[in-house]
């Protein structure tokens, strides 16, 4: 409903690189991962309204650096696109203009370490 948000632990997604044990996020290394998009879902159907999306991702690199690119995809088109940049929140507001599978890709950069903690969804409308 407008107003409740729902949170979904990092691992719960497709993903490669590996679990953090300290954490619980998605570790992604630079040397292993590809440059690709190699964390994705929930490609799971939403409610028609306007959603707040967040990626919390910590990362050790100097802020500004690019860490990878976040996109949002439904009904075969792009919903929303947004840079990661260490040091910067990793937020975006999309519209689903029906009741869609949404797909939420996040394509690495390979610039630094990264851990994605989680994915945080709240419905505006």
Known sequence: APGES??????SF???GYTDPAGGGVALEPDRE????IFYGPNMPLEPGRYDLELPIVSPAAPGTV???LTVRGGGREL???RAMAGEPCRMTFD???SLPIRLDFIYS???RVTVQK???RRES
Request: hydrophobic share 45%; aromatic share 8%.
């Open 6 to 11: 729902d949170e979904w632990p990092a691992p």
């Open 14 to 16: 497709f993903h490669a």
């Open 34 to 37: 590809p440059a690709e998009a």
């Open 67 to 69: 860490l990878g690119e």
């Open 80 to 82: 929303g696109r947004r």
């Open 96 to 98: 689903v203009p029906a």
């Open 110 to 112: 390979r610039e630094s």
């Open 119 to 121: 994915v945080v969804l």
